[in-house]
């Protein structure tokens, strides 16, 4: 199993950049693909990025295709999201997510492994 914690959250003013970071532990970390959810207070959470175990392939939901990007360095055993052209409602709890199922699993949103999440607040 892979254990999974974020960083890099906090506050920034809108059109800022972030790099968001989830490190893991545990076993096989390249044999899991990745992605990163959303929560906005007081809706559900929900898909924004996801990662294949080799990085080859790449999802994105619509709402941040062009904006983010998510990235993995299997050697760090990190997975990434850079955060470009911030907006107010990229505000929520940033989580981090892990598979062995595949992209297509993280899209619909039913990965094995949460991690904690970490809060990205984007001030007007």
């Known amino acids: 199993q892979v254990q999974l914690v974020e960083s890099g959250g906090g506050l920034v003013q809108a059109g800022d950049s972030l790099t968001l970071s989830c490190a893991a532990s545990g076993r096989a970390f390249s044999t899991f693909a990745l992605g990163w959810f959303r929560q906005a207070p007081g809706k559900e959470r929900e898909f924004l990025a996801a990662?294949?175990?080799?990085?080859?392939?790449?999802r994105y939901a619509d709402s941040v295709k062009g904006r983010f990007t998510i990235s993995r360095n299997n050697v760090k055993n990190t997975v990434y999201l850079q955060m470009n052209s911030l907006k107010p409602e990229d505000t929520g709890v940033y989580y981090c997510?892990?598979?062995?199922?595949?992209?297509?699993?993280?899209?619909?949103?039913?990965?094995?492994?949460w991690g904690q999440g970490t809060l990205v607040t984007v001030s007007s």
């Open positions: 997510a892990a598979t062995t199922q595949g992209t297509l699993t993280l899209v619909k949103g039913s990965p094995e492994v």
């Open positions: 990662t294949s175990s080799s990085g080859t392939m790449r």
